[in-house]
């Protein structure tokens, strides 16, 4: 499979918990974004990386949450100190910054905070 | 003002029908656009994209844009059940250097048989 690969697909936690998600790109693909998305709302933009370097990070991501992308390939997200607020499907996806360049979606990590 | 906005829906059609989706941008230096399928459960599947004025046609599916108007549709000819999910419309942020998209809250299709 070629995609983009999420893990863990499903993440249940206790308030208060740390947590942390993984996300590998379609190979060739240099360029990385996190969104994250609520019931009936689309998708909303929280970070992306082009290679290794993090170029633009959402107000939205509170100091709660980092991200990294060490060597310019799979990405990982941590939330700490997680509140039920929290709670929503984290997706990840990737392009190459081509003309007309396309994200294309992982399948999603659904995280539920108790 | 939304950046992107779409009626919610539901958006009702029988088998076989044209169905209509329909989105408003706020930003006239965008210039990229894009519809994605969202089953229930399932990550967004990029279906069309379209980047000047005019129609589109992919199969079944016709994304039309109107870049005076702020105004991107998709068509969908012949909807079948299997059709039957949220459509999200995705907008490049000119401000940004890389790929990124705003997103309207989407449209939920059902089509009934």
């Known amino acids: 499979d070629t995609g983009v690969s999420q893990d863990p697909r499903h993440k249940i936690t206790k308030r208060g918990q740390n947590v942390t998600f993984r996300c590998d790109p379609i190979?060739?693909?240099?360029?990385l974004y996190w969104y994250r998305q609520t019931l009936g709302q689309g998708p909303e933009f929280l970070t992306y990386f082009q290679n290794e370097a993090q170029l633009e990070k959402s107000r939205l991501l509170s100091d709660r949450f980092s991200a990294e992308r060490p060597k310019g390939s799979f990405s990982t997200l941590e939330i700490q100190r997680t509140e039920q607020g929290d709670s929503a499907m984290y997706l990840c996806a990737s392009s190459s910054d081509s003309f007309n360049e396309k994200l294309f979606f992982g399948s999603g990590t659904q995280l539920s905070v108790l | 003002q939304k950046e992107v906005e779409q009626n919610s829906g539901p958006l009702s059609v029988p088998e076989g029908a044209i169905a209509s989706l329909n989105c408003t941008y706020s930003d006239r230096g965008s210039q990229s656009f894009f519809w994605y399928r969202q089953y229930s459960g399932k990550s967004p599947e990029l279906i069309m994209s379209i980047y000047s004025n005019g129609d589109k046609e992919d199969g079944r599916f016709t994304a039309q844009l109107n870049k005076a108007s702020q105004y991107v549709s998709l068509l969908i000819r012949d909807s079948q059940p299997s059709d039957s999910a949220t459509y999200l419309c995705?907008?490049?942020?000119?401000?940004?250097?890389?790929?990124?998209?705003?997103f309207g809250q989407g449209t939920e299709l059902s089509v009934k048989p």
């Open positions: 995705a907008v490049k942020d000119p401000r940004n250097q890389g790929g990124k998209l705003i």
């Open positions: 190979s060739e693909h240099n360029r």
